[in-house]
Structures are given as C-alpha cells and as structure tokens.
C-alpha cells in the first residue's frame, strides 16, 4: 500500500466543501461532513477496532461522501464518487484503496444496502444523527433544504409523517451503533409522533 496523505485529503475537501457549497445546503453542509459524520465514522471505527487500513478507508470514504453536492443535489453520490477517484490518488492513495473509498461512499446511497463491515459502518455514522439530541434541529434544517431543491410544496404534515415512518423502519447495521445510538433514537422517535399529533390535531380545529 502506498502511503496515504489522509490529513491533507481531508483538508483539500473542507476547503472545497467550505468554498464552492451551495448555501441552500443547510443540512448537507460543511458541518454535516466534517463535525457530524467524520466523528461518528471515528468513533465507531475506534470502537470497533478497526485495523489502520480498514480506519483509513472508512474514514477517507467520510470525508469525501456528500462531495457529490459539489457537482449536483440529485444521485450526489456519483459525483461524490467521481471526485473522489480524481482527488485521492494526489494524496498518494493507491488504486486499491481509492476503488475501496469508492466501494464504501457507494454504500451511503438511499436506501442504504451496505454490503461488508466497512459499508456497514459508514451507513451508520451518515445517519448517526438519528440518535443524537439535535436531531429534531438537523431535521428542520433537512426539510428546508428538501423545499428548496424539489420545488415542491411540501407540508410539514406530510414531512414528519414522512420522517416519522423513516424512523419507525430504520435499523443500525453495527452493534456499536446500535450500542451508541439506538436509545436516542427511540427518544428522537418519540419527539417525532409527538410532533406530528400536534401537527394533526391543529389541522383538524382548523377543519
């Protein structure tokens, strides 16, 4: 294996995201890859043991999973992918491990389908907010972002049956994520229904 400059690969993508991102990204912002998803990789890779090259790939897949907004908002992820295999070589990344990076950043497409450990974590950590105590924030900054890019109407009614529903569906793939984040989502779930009962039960006074 060569040897992989993952600090400056990582620095050459936040400079982008940070400059080039559209500011109607409120939710697939510079934050959400650089304070959201890259810790939560790290954190579960640490926890789950990861070996240094596995720790690599999945933390460089991170770094470079939502570069695709760059490029475009829809199926992002092969922008994400083609920006990736353009950018990581430059940082002394091998063939081998860019086409792993891409292998995993491919995994965080919706719905997730990972296939392998590596995939099974980065699909976790992209999602970690499903747990955390700001989720109900970063969701109100999701549907913002969502009218804005699908020129849609969309009410709040539907946007938190939507989510409630995601929620309700939504599994950890890895037993550390489940270990780390499953009880906050059961929380954030419960904030959810709230929620929508109050959005559906001030709709029926206006009736």
């Known amino acids: 294996m060569t040897s992989a400059d993952i600090e400056s690969a990582g620095q050459h993508i936040y400079a982008r995201l940070e400059r080039e991102l559209s500011p109607h990204l409120l939710y697939h912002s510079l934050y959400h890859t650089r304070d959201d998803v890259v810790p939560a990789a790290i954190r579960l890779a640490t926890a789950a043991g990861l070996g240094q090259e596995e720790w690599l790939i999945l933390v460089t897949a991170a770094m470079y999973h939502d570069a695709g907004f760059l490029l475009t908002y829809a199926q992002h992820e092969q922008g994400s992918i083609h ?4 950018a990581l070589p430059t940082f002394g990344y091998s063939p081998e491990q860019v086409a792993n990076v891409i292998d995993v950043i491919a995994a965080t497409r919706m719905p997730q389908k990972p296939n392998g450990f590596l995939q099974e974590l980065i699909c976790d950590a992209d999602l970690n907010m499903l747990g955390r105590d700001d989720f ?5 900054l999701l549907l913002q972002e969502t009218r804005h890019f699908s020129n849609q109407p969309i009410t709040e009614g539907n946007w938190y049956h939507e989510q409630t529903k995601f929620l309700e569906g939504h599994h950890f793939f890895t037993r550390v ?4 984040l499953s009880a906050g989502k059961a929380r954030n779930l419960g904030r959810m229904r709230s929620t929508l009962a109050s959005l559906n039960g001030s709709e029926e006074k206006m009736k």
């Open 136 to 140: 109900m924030q970063l969701n109100r």
């Open 83 to 86: 920006i990736a295999r353009e």
């Open 177 to 180: 994520a489940h270990e780390f």
